[in-house]
């Protein structure tokens, strides 16, 4: 998953380009929800979110680090449930 930092500037671009619906406005920021960030994996060559960021805030979460196999598997039980 990835995850945004206090940089976050609260402009909402990152939330609709989100395939997974995994960003939502959080109290202060924007947030990620791990369970549902597949870092783009099964729809997009590149994190979305990491490509319309205007300053660049949305880093790799290294608390919930995960392998391509693991955000594959994701994305299949993630659409699996649609
Ligand atoms: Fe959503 Fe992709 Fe960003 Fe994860 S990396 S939050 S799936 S846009
Ligand atoms: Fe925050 Fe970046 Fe998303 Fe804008 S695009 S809401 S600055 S994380």
Do not use: M, W
């Amino acid at each position: 998953s990835l995850k945004i930092t206090d940089e976050c500037i609260n402009c909402d671009v990152c939330e609709p380009v989100c395939p997974n619906q995994a960003i939502y406005q959080g109290e202060e920021i924007y947030e990620i929800d791990p369970g549902l960030c597949t870092e783009c994996v099964g729809h997009f060559d590149k994190p979305q979110c990491q490509t319309v960021c205007p300053v660049a805030c949305i880093p790799l979460d290294p608390a919930h680090a995960e392998t391509q196999e693991q955000l594959l598997a994701k994305y299949r039980r993630l659409t699996a449930a649609e």
